[in-house]
């Protein structure tokens, strides 16, 4: 059996990558009693970090599954190239649980890995100038989705991801993006549900799925950490350099980094700006 957690981080900023994470179980047992039970948190990424909270937490729980050196293997082929940062960035080596958990991984004959997708801004636009931001979540679920199913053609998935801005329906642009027919199960406000038997393939659309799903809580957090790693590089290469107060890269704190940006640069600042 093999469960997966997909999820994003950054679907609404300014500034700033969007990043889609993936997580992926090969189990035997129960594999939401197991995370649930192991000694670092996994929990809805905006209920762990936030800048008045730090990034220290985060980091502790994402890194003791990721080796600080391994993180980067994450990224697909074409991302935005990862930032030169020296991890852990806070937390302590000592704190960190990777030998722990990579030791209770394996007892329990547990196979994880994890993937991500980082979207820079120039390339968001391009795709959201004619299409919808959740056609583009939506686009990227698919393929993380379907790059699976391949790698795994001969075991039984579960992907299980967070809904997109409320969607009941996802039928159609699954069969149309994975090539595969399904049957719809059920299509609720709570809670989408599509299975392929022949493929052996189960997809759910969760409503506040990082509450429901720790595999989708820790792509969250997988992705939360990644979008920080790049916002933090972004400062480095904007705020500090013209010497204006770092962004969240959120709302009306993003609009003042943009005003002062520009006042004090002739660059192009607009490609640093979404558009939706």
């Not at 039970?37 to 985060?58: A, F, H, Q, T, W």
Request: hydrophobic share 35%; aromatic share 10%.
């Amino acid at each position: 059996m093999i469960t997966c957690g997909i999820d994003e981080a950054g679907y609404g900023p300014k500034l700033g990558p969007l990043v889609i994470g993936l997580s992926v179980f090969k189990h035997l047992g129960d594999i939401e009693s197991f995370l649930a039970g192991l000694p670092v948190r996994i929990d809805d990424s905006k209920k762990i970090y936030n800048p008045s909270k730090g990034i220290k937490e985060l980091e502790k729980s994402v890194l003791s599954f990721i080796d600080s050196d391994d993180i980067k293997k994450t990224l697909s082929f074409y991302d935005t190239p990862f930032p030169i940062t020296k991890l852990p960035l806070v937390a302590e080596y000592g704190q960190l649980k990777t030998n722990l958990v990579e030791k209770l991984l394996k007892k329990n004959r547990i196979k994880p890995y994890f993937k991500t997708i980082v979207i820079n801004p120039v390339d968001f636009n391009q795709f959201v100038t004619n299409n919808s931001k959740s056609s583009l979540v939506f686009e990227l679920f698919c393929k993380l989705i379907k790059d699976t199913i391949s790698n795994h053609q001969s075991d039984h998935i579960l992907f299980q991801c967070g809904k997109l801005s409320f969607r009941k329906y996802y039928k159609e642009g699954l069969e149309n993006y994975l090539q595969l027919r399904f049957n719809a199960v059920k299509e609720t406000h709570e809670e989408s549900k599509y299975i392929n038997e022949k493929a052996r393939v189960t997809i759910q659309f969760l409503l506040d799925a990082e509450d429901k799903s720790k595999a989708v809580a820790l792509s969250s957090m997988i992705a939360k950490y990644l979008r920080e790693l790049y916002m933090r590089d972004f400062n480095s290469n904007w705020a500090e350099t013209f010497s204006i107060k770092p962004t969240s890269g959120y709302g009306a704190d993003a609009d003042r980094f943009i005003r002062e940006l520009r006042k004090k640069t002739p660059a192009d600042c607009n490609q640093l700006i979404r558009i939706k």
